[in-house]
């Protein structure tokens, strides 16, 4: 298979400025790179300037890449406080639009990747019904890429992710226009992608997968569809429509959070997926409702949202690095 060209451009949902301004508590995990920071791939571009380079993969993958601004001012001077570790900070998180497959089988797809404090490991973003573009779940990414990961966010709706201002009283007929077989397809390919890149390339002999609502619903089907052949551990946050019968066959263990006021992703279904499912844990917030650690509406939620993205960052540190 011919090498996919890459060039380096700027994707238009991505900031174009300074990352989005962190909450109060998330400049403890950041730290901005230093002037000489060198990327730790060779084939990554240091110069937002175009250029044409080979992608060598099995799949066949369009890139376009472009080098993500370093952290904010108001960070750096955070950062320079703070007392994080220097092997887990931020140093420099560069963006890549791929487009992963052919034709009618491609699925398009956004990757954050570290560079100077990169581990090396794959990460699987399922995002929830607003989809790859959406701000609050680029932000987490771009977080998890802070602490060293190389991020995958699929794009699940083919271009039509579900929108705000849409009646509410519409939302089945467009979820049904999402077939499960052809979402599932398109992670496995995603998977697959991730595979070749990062296990098979040696870089990293695990990979890890995450998923919000719609996405955790996912994750779980992934993840029982894997059965411990790809992914080595998993997040599960708030994850809607989930099938708790397939946590006998989920092997990779698997964090799930939740809050005890969400209806789309019950208590009672968290605790029977963490009984059926080999490792895994459950960590409920008590008073939260749906989506409060990717999108959080107030300082009390805030404060849990920060809570919930340490203990993932604990999860995958201790089933994908240690």
Known sequence: MAPAAVAASRPASLPRGAPSPPRRSIASSLRCAAPGARPRHNHVLRKPSAATLP?????????????QPRCSQTEAVAAASST?????????????????????????????????NNNGTGILLLSDIFGFEDS???DFAYRVACNGYNVLVPDLFRGNPWRKSLPSDEFEQWLSGHAPARVSGDVDACTRWLVDEFTVAGDSKKLGV??????????????????????????CFYGSRMDASLGDRVAAPVLFVCGDGDALCTVETVRELERRARGAKAVVYAGRGHAFAHRPRSEEEDADAEDAFNAMRSWLHDHLLA
Do not use: M, P
């Open 210 to 235: 995450i998923g919000f609502c719609y996405g955790g619903g996912r994750l779980v089907e992934t993840l029982a569809r894997d059965a411990g052949n790809a992914f080595s551990a998993g997040v």
């Open 84 to 116: 994080v570790d220097e092997d887990g900070a931020c140093e420099l998180v560069r963006g890549a639009d791929l487009v992963i497959g052919e034709g009618d089988d491609s699925v398009r797809a956004y990757l954050f990747e570290a560079v100077k």
């Open 55 to 67: 992608v060598q993969s099995s799949h066949a993958v369009s890139r376009q890449r472009q080098v």
């Open 136 to 138: 609050a779940t680029r």
